[in-house]
Each structure stands twice: as C-alpha cells, then as structure tokens.
Nanobody, 125 residues
Framework: VQLQASGGGLVQAGDSLRLSCAASGRTFSSYAMAWFRQAPGKEREFVSAISWRGGNTYYADSVKGRFTISRDNAKNAVYLQMNSVQPEDTAVYYC???????????????????WGQGTQVTVSS
C-alpha cells in the first residue's frame, strides 16, 4: 500500500487542523494505520493508531483528548483531527501502515512497513 499525507500547514496555538492520508491499493482495510511525528532534532514518535476496522484507537499521552484518529475504508483514507494544537505539536507528521496490529508493538516505528512522505505542521504561539 502506498500512502500520501496531506493537510499540514501553519496554524496558531489553540486552532484545529485535520490531516489526511490517502492510500492506494485494494487491501487498505487489512492494514492497521498510525500517525507518527518528528520534530527537528528529535526521533520520530508515536501519535496515534487505529485498528483495521477502526474499532480500536490508541493515543500518545501528549495528544490524548485533543487528537482523534479515524478511517474510512471505503475511501482508503485515514485522518487525524487535531484540536487545541500547541507549539510542541510542531513536527512533520507521517502516516504509516502495518498488516499486523500487536498491542505491545503498535507504538514502534519498526512495526510499520509502509510510510507516507510526511506533512509539515507548524504551530505558532
């Protein structure tokens, strides 16, 4: 599956932003999906993940209550609704896909074999 993230931009603290990730291929619904982010000088970190049919979602503590992940398998897309963004949310955001979904591994980049190109989110204070 090939992925393409979009929706990033420059916003102010407290604003909302919705990221999208479009996937190619007819097997999208068989992939667990996730969002990661990478700030300058930092390692890529887990943001959120969603199971194959969207029944289970997981969040990093830093975004819990502010971000919402969702997916539309009919449209081969996954979304990240970002509310009340803060300057510390500034990063390049990547969507990722994995054919497996292991509860002890979904937070690790190594679990995901397919990555999008990333979309920049910049939050000004």
């Amino acid at each position: 599956v090939q992925l393409q993230a979009s929706g990033g931009g420059l916003v102010q603290a407290g604003d909302s932003l919705r990221l999208s990730c479009a996937a190619s291929g007819r097997t999208f619904s068989s992939y667990a999906m996730a969002w990661f982010r990478q700030a300058p000088g930092k390692e890529r970190e887990f943001v959120s993940a969603i199971s194959w049919r969207g029944g289970n979602t997981y969040y990093a503590d830093s975004v819990k209550g502010r971000f919402t992940i969702s997916r539309d398998n009919a449209k081969n897309a996954v979304y990240l609704q970002m509310n009340s963004v803060q300057p510390e949310d500034t990063a390049v955001y990547y969507c990722a896909a994995s054919p497996t979904f292991r509860l002890d591994r979904y937070r690790y980049t190594q679990e995901y074999k397919n990555w999008g190109q990333g979309t920049q989110v910049t939050v000004s204070s």
